[in-house]
């Protein structure tokens, strides 16, 4: 993942908002998607998979909603960027060893480990905290 796909852009709207809101307050879908100009049915699949790893804590029934799962200088935007994206790879050769038979020997290798070590570093230097103000 090099460009950040609409999935992500959606993703990472919507948890800073949960982010920036008191500690206790549990958010309706509908209210975030609208604050953030978010689709909720889009918003609600991404909420799923957040839900899943822990990023929120969803709450059904009447009174229910999403907050967010950790405290917001818990949480980096590696981890919303990749819980939606999947790992960072600038080209396939990052990917694994053996996943390109001239890793060993191509002089471009070292350089595209390098591109991805540095956007991973960025994004985990980037909590929800910095993101939502707080």
Same mark, same amino acid.
Not at 48 to 54: A, E, M, N, T, Y
Not at 62 to 70: A, I, K
Not at 92 to 118: F, I, L, N, Y
């Given at each position: 993942?090099?460009?950040?796909?609409?999935? $992500?852009?959606?993703?990472?709207?919507?948890?800073?908002?949960?982010?920036?809101?008191?500690?206790?307050?549990?958010?309706?879908? @509908?209210?975030?998607?609208?604050?953030?100009?978010?689709?909720?049915?889009?918003?609600?699949?991404?909420?799923?998979?957040? @839900?899943?790893?822990?990023?929120?804590? @969803?709450?059904? &029934?009447?009174?229910? &909603?999403?907050?967010?799962?950790?405290?917001?200088?818990?949480?980096?935007?590696?981890?919303?960027?990749?819980?939606?994206?999947?790992?960072?790879?600038?080209?396939?050769?990052?990917? &694994?060893?053996?996943?390109?038979?001239?890793?060993? @020997?191509?002089?471009?290798?070292?350089?595209?480990?390098?591109?991805?070590?540095?956007?991973?570093?960025?994004?985990? $230097?980037?909590?929800?905290?910095?993101?939502? &103000?707080?």
């Amino acid at each position: 993942m090099m460009e950040l796909t609409r999935k $992500g852009e959606y993703a990472i709207r919507g948890i800073v908002y949960l982010a920036a809101q008191p500690v206790d307050r549990v958010c309706l879908l @509908s209210d975030i998607a609208a604050a953030v100009d978010v689709p909720a049915t889009f918003l609600a699949k991404i909420f799923q998979q957040f @839900s899943k790893i822990g990023l929120v804590k @969803s709450y059904r &029934g009447t009174g229910g &909603g999403f907050l967010l799962g950790r405290v917001p200088e818990k949480i980096t935007l590696l981890e919303v960027v990749e819980a939606v994206e999947g790992p960072i790879i600038p080209n396939r050769c990052v990917v &694994g060893a053996g996943e390109c038979a001239r890793d060993v @020997s191509c002089t471009v290798h070292p350089v595209w480990k390098k591109v991805q070590e540095q956007v991973r570093a960025a994004l985990e $230097g980037v909590t929800l905290k910095d993101l939502a &103000g707080g």
